[in-house]
T-cell receptor, first 112, second 115 residues
Framework: DAKTTQPPSMDCAEGRAANLPCNHS???????VYWYRQIHSQGPQYIIH???NNETNEMASLIITEDRKSSTLILPHATLRDTAVYYC?????????????FGQGTTLQVKP | DAGITQSPRHKVTETGTPVTLRCHQT?????MYWYRQDPGHGLRLIHY???????DKGEVSDGYSVSRSKTEDFLLTLESATSSQTSVYFC??????????????FGSGTQLSVL
């Protein structure tokens, strides 16, 4: 699976959009970009994933660059409950079944 | 939220004793996984199952065994617990295997302390 690079921490004001970047310059054509988050002491929570096109669901939007070497997770109106560690993961090979490499992620602190 | 229940939520045990953690799902998903999470290591896959009685090793399987006799239950056993197995254990499920266009749903975790 391709390696990802994320900033270790970010702050965001409550009610504002949180934009979390992720670099994945070695991504291959059949690999998806996934985002999960982990709120303190809870299990990771799936947020969104995409292959090439931008994606949006009830939680967030995912913007993938045309060359697919980077992406941005957007939380449109961050709340205090969005404070968590956000993980960007690239995976797509069946041989790696189950082996999600979470890395260190980005700790997002949403402030009042 | 996906119907995943881990039990117990917390356990303290002594070195050398056997321990079994249970993961129960109500989603009828084919794939089930056991991860452990430790500071500085992120989540690491211990074992996973791709069907009843079908299991395979992950990256940190030494000292652990698993069993899946029913679709809904996936058991993780520490045959003889050691202090290095003190960790938070997460169960996860998915309808199809990771590596496809699929996503994992995680349980709330089991905090295990081996003294």
């Amino acid at each position: 699976d391709a390696k990802t690079t994320q900033p270790p921490s970010m702050d965001c004001a409550e009610g504002r959009a949180a934009n979390l970047p992720c670099n994945h310059s070695t991504i291959s054509g059949n690999e998806y970009v996934y985002w999960y988050r982990q709120i303190h002491s809870q299990g990771p929570q799936y947020i969104i994933h995409g292959l090439k096109n931008n994606e949006t669901n009830e939680m967030a939007s995912l913007i993938i660059t045309e060359d697919r070497k980077s992406s941005t997770l957007i939380l449109p109106h961050a709340t205090l409950r969005d404070t968590a560690v956000y993980y960007c993961i690239v995976t797509g090979k069946r041989s790696n079944t189950g082996k999600l490499i979470f890395g260190q992620g980005t700790t997002l602190q949403v402030k009042p | 939220d996906a119907g995943i229940t881990q039990s117990p939520r917390h356990k303290v045990t002594e070195t050398g004793t056997p321990v079994t953690l249970r993961c129960h799902q109500t989603e009828n998903h084919r794939y089930m996984y056991w991860y452990r999470q430790d500071p500085g290591h992120g989540l690491r896959l211990i074992h996973y199952s791709y069907g009843v009685k079908d299991t395979d090793k992950g990256e940190v399987s030494d000292g652990y065994s698993v069993s899946r006799s029913k679709t809904e239950d996936f058991l993780l056993t520490l045959e003889s617990a050691t202090s290095s197995q003190t960790s938070v254990y997460f169960c996860a499920i998915s309808e199809s295997g990771v590596g496809t266009n699929e996503k994992l749903f995680f349980g709330s975790g089991t905090q295990l302390s081996v003294l």
